[in-house]
């Protein structure tokens, strides 16, 4: 299968916000999904984008897409990549496109200076598990990840 990856440009907004819904699909939350392609437009592509995306191709049609953005280690002193969301179509996993949007990023990571390549991934997710150590990637199982969102995050936000 000839695969190829390339940056996501505006007119790839739909068919982003098509493999985020089949990724909460995936991730067993189908209605967790608030986003839009007008959204999209603006957050990955519009003046003040701080995230990006890349579309995995085969013969011209997408089958794959990846979201990410640049951090900052405070101990290394460099950037980092942190790889957002990363799909593959469910008929089209195994091809290799997983492996080329990695190590297409990863590539960008160096590109760019980054000291670290990050992502997470669900403690269920036993393929997406296998195939990032396959890949050479270490669980950092030291770290929990805490989230405030919603009513929470402006309830905390609020000036009292």
């Not at 990032?132 to 990840?145: D, N, T, V």
Request: a negative charge.
């Amino acid at each position: 299968m000839n695969i190829s990856i390339r940056p996501a440009i505006i007119t790839d907004a739909e068919t982003i916000l098509h493999f985020i819904n089949e990724l909460a699909v995936y991730e067993k939350e189908p209605d967790a999904v608030l986003n839009t392609v007008a959204e999209i437009e603006d957050k990955l592509f519009g003046a003040d984008a701080r995230a990006h995306s890349v579309i995995c191709e085969s013969e011209g049609v997408a089958i794959g897409f990846a979201v990410y953005f640049f951090n900052y280690s405070t101990w290394l002193g460099k950037h980092g990549l942190y790889l957002e969301d990363l799909y593959v179509s469910q008929d089209k996993r195994g091809s290799g496109a997983g492996k080329g949007i990695m190590k297409y990023l990863a590539q960008l990571a160096l590109e760019k200076g980054c000291g670290r390549f990050e992502w997470v991934v669900l403690d269920w997710n036993k393929p997406s598990i296998d195939f990032y150590e396959s890949i050479g990637a270490k669980a950092q199982s030291e770290w929990i990840i805490y989230r405030l969102s919603g009513q929470a995050l402006l309830d905390f936000a609020k000036d009292e």
